[in-house]
């Protein structure tokens, strides 16, 4: 995947954000995962606990994406 979404695309996520309720929340979830993740990995030094944290944030961004995705299937059909 060539980092270009066809138009198509877009719209359709535009339109799923308004009116898919599980789309919406995957799609926001997943947004604020990105920044807690950019927040942690911003920090000079990592505990342990922030290596956890980053891990457990990436398993969470991953089942997002992966629930936006399943989601955009079924509409593209």
């Not at 877009?10 to 807690?36: G, N, P, T, V, Y």
């Not at 990592?46 to 944030?57: G, H, N």
């Not at 997002?64 to 059909?77: A, G, S, T, W």
Request: aromatic share 4%; proline share 1%; charged share 45%.
């Amino acid at each position: 995947m060539g980092g270009q979404m066809s138009i198509k695309e877009d719209e359709l996520i535009e339109r799923l954000m308004k009116e898919d309720e599980e789309f919406l929340k995957s799609k926001q979830a997943h947004i604020e995962f990105a920044r807690q993740l950019e927040e942690l990995e911003k920090k000079p030094f990592l505990s342990s606990q922030d290596e956890i944290e980053i891990k457990v944030l990436k398993k969470k961004k991953l089942a997002c994406k992966d629930q936006m995705e399943r989601i955009l299937m079924k509409h593209r059909l």
